[in-house]
């Protein structure tokens, strides 16, 4: 079993690995298309207006709003988190459908203005939420990327809809105390708003033995091979709210 003082230094080395290419990274995120999730088939869609959070009949809807992390960036459609979740909670027979409006390059800010449609349009009764990875990579205030997740958390609970809160570290380039505030910020806001936060995204991929080997080219995007972690960190903090 690896010590925590290995984890440690292997976290710490991904991070200025990161930090390499972050400037790059948050140029480039600014350029990338939005690609909004496919849209539900229209047979859900019929159903989701009669009243029944969106999904068949008995279904309730799980929405997941996230930026690249989520919506399968530079891997094979179907092997992200998100879609190896769908699978799993068919494989326990659980009666959701998942909707993944995740946005390559989205912040905060692009969440909170696109969320209100989302809501109406599928009604979810549970809400993922993993943004705030870009903000940090554009070095946006801290304040603004508080707020932005705030309100999002607000406007999903007075739809009705649980909230689950995913965490991110991001790499020291813009210094130690920004790094720890953003980290801090998630905290502040599951706290506040009385949700259940996932603490790090990547825990076990980024302080991985190898943490280079789990990552695309940028080393900031997990392989396909990290994201069964990645739905492994989120699922036992999402199994309660699936009750």
């Not at 995913?166 to 949700?195: H, I, W």
């Not at 790090?200 to 392989?223: N, T």
């Amino acid at each position: 079993m690896m010590g925590d003082g290995m984890r440690a230094r292997n976290r710490r080395q991904w991070l200025r690995d990161c930090s390499l290419l972050a400037g790059t990274l948050a140029a480039a995120l600014g350029s990338l298309p939005a690609h909004a999730a496919p849209k539900a088939p229209a047979k859900a869609e019929a159903e989701g207006k009669a009243g029944d959070g969106g999904g068949e009949r008995g279904q309730r809807t799980l929405l997941v709003v996230g930026d690249s992390l989520s919506a399968e960036y530079g891997i094979a459609r179907g092997s992200g988190w998100v879609a190896l979740l769908e699978q799993r909670l068919s494989q326990q027979k659980l009666s959701w459908r998942v909707v993944n409006a995740s946005v390559s390059g989205d912040t905060t800010a692009g969440g909170r203005s696109r969320l209100p449609a989302l809501l109406q349009q599928h009604r979810p009764a549970l809400l993922i939420i993993e943004l705030g990875g870009n903000d940090a990579l554009r070095g946006l205030p801290l304040a603004s990327t508080e707020d932005n997740l705030q309100a999002m958390v607000q406007a999903a609970q007075a739809a009705g809809a649980r909230v689950l809160l995913v965490g991110m570290q991001v790499p020291p380039n813009y210094g130690r105390r920004y790094s720890e505030d953003f980290e801090q910020l998630f905290v502040r806001v599951a706290k506040t708003s009385k949700v259940t936060l996932v603490p790090m995204l990547l825990a076990g991929i980024a302080d991985a033995p190898d943490p280079v080997a789990l990552f695309q080219p940028d080393r900031i995007h997990p392989k396909a091979e990290a994201h069964p972690r990645m739905l492994d960190n989120v699922w036992p903090a999402l199994q309660p709210l699936l009750r």
